[in-house]
């Protein structure tokens, strides 16, 4: 089997994977999507995957030697479920993987940093993706809603500044760490062209759909309170507003040369990404 047959996207279907699938196709390559949906396409090699059910990772599996790997999200340690996963592909042949992580998880940390730990020490060939805050939350479950209702953008992070980064630059890398001859083995940091206050973002939003967006500053407790009741356990919640509070002391404030370096190209600017997606916000 040809090795641009020998990729599998896990959480194929989602924002990073679905954008990486598409960039290997377009190349040339035939990725193999797994997940518990088929939303590409029936020419797409998709397989049922469900981390909850290990009777589809064998198969998922079969005659790959690269993985994308994206672990259950809204889990405090998915590690119990795909640490596991990770001694199977790498049992079956695997020689690489990229894992998405984020940049305010540490290797061995909470959340991905086991898994972190585990790719970096037991993978031949790796790579972890450790972006920024996505531009897509603008457009997502995350902000979207209360900008178009509310023309509002909500958070706890006061003035804290983010490299806010388009999925597309994120999938760029990820595909680049895939199937570049020689293997990255590395921690890529990955952030938008420039740092901005979420009042900033909310400026250049608006400037750009000429409708007046604030950014609404809530504390802590009250964002904890509205995750849980949205079903957010409790503990996840903590470490959601955890991340809140380490945007407040600036721990995103910075940009990196990471998706310039790696792909040639600059990143997207939030201003480009929102002339782009005007049609989402202004849409009733």
């Known amino acids: 089997m040809n090795i641009q047959n020998q990729i599998l996207i896990t959480g194929g279907t989602g924002t990073t994977g679905s954008r990486i699938a598409k960039k290997l196709i377009e190349r040339g390559y035939k990725p193999r999507i797994a997940s518990r949906k088929n939303t590409l396409g029936t ?24 993985l994308y790997l994206v ?76 900008i178009k209702k509310n023309k509002e953008i909500v958070t706890a992070t006061e003035d804290g500044k983010v490299g806010f980064v388009d999925a597309d630059d994120i999938a760029e890398v990820g595909v680049h760490a895939l199937i570049d001859e020689i293997p990255h083995n590395t921690n890529h940091l990955i952030t938008g062209p420039e740092a901005l206050s979420y009042t900033e973002a909310a400026s250049i939003i608006g400037s750009v759909i000429r409708e007046s967006i604030h950014h609404v500053p809530i504390s802590t407790s009250t964002l904890k309170d509205r995750m849980v009741e949205v079903g957010m356990t409790k503990e996840y919640a903590e470490f959601m507003v955890g991340l809140d ?17 790696i792909t040639g190209r600059k990143p997207r600017s939030l201003i480009e990404f929102a002339t782009i997606h005007a049609h989402f916000w202004k849409q009733r």
């Open 43 to 66: 020419e797409v090699d998709h397989v049922y995957f469900d981390w909850y059910d290990e009777a589809t990772h064998n198969l998922a599996l079969e005659n790959i030697k690269k």
């Open 245 to 261: 509070k380490a945007i407040q002391k600036g721990a995103e404030n910075r940009i990196t040369d990471t998706v310039e370096r």
């Open 71 to 146: 672990a259950p999200v809204g889990v405090m340690d998915p590690s119990p479920i795909v640490l596991p996963f990770i001694e199977l592909a790498l049992k079956k042949g695997v020689k690489r993987i990229v894992l998405l992580s984020s940049s305010l998880i540490n290797e061995g940390g909470p959340v991905f940093g086991k898994i972190h730990q585990a790719v970096r020490e037991k993978a031949p060939e790796w790579a972890v993706l450790q972006p920024s805050y996505f531009m897509q939350n603008f457009i997502g479950i995350q902000h979207g809603y209360t």
